[in-house]
Nanobody
């Protein structure tokens, strides 16, 4: 069992930055690949970024490539998402999720085993 708690959301102006954190409980955190998803009002939940259990592999949605960076610290049971050059279209609730189902990184929310409750990111124009 893994419990996930996001933090670091907030209101930021376009062009600004935020850093989201996801704290995980459970001794087996390092065996899970971790993803960030987001869901904007009226839209489906979408993949943002993923990182393999070792941290050696990362993957990003085209819409955030070059602006967002995912990282993890297995010693601290934490995963992070650095959000730079934020735009109003990045406004959403951001969720961290864990899975052991995929070889490296899962892209579909259907393949995730555990979810946090989300952190709201609002980008003003």
């Amino acid at each position: 069992q893994v419990q996930l708690v996001e933090s670091g959301g907030g209101l930021v102006q376009a062009g600004g930055s935020l850093r989201l954190s996801c704290a995980a409980s459970g001794r087996t955190f390092s065996s899970y690949s971790m993803d960030w998803f987001r869901q904007a009002p009226g839209k489906e939940r979408e993949f943002v970024a993923g990182i393999s259990w070792s941290g050696s592999t990362t993957q990003y949605a085209d819409s955030v490539q070059g602006r967002f960076t995912i990282s993890r610290d297995n010693a601290k049971n934490a995963v992070y998402l650095q959000l730079n050059s934020l735009q109003p279209e990045d406004t959403a609730v951001y969720y961290c999720a864990a899975t052991s189902r995929c070889g490296d990184i899962c892209l579909s929310p259907r393949n995730m085993d555990y979810w946090g409750k989300g952190a709201l990111v609002t980008v003003s124009s």
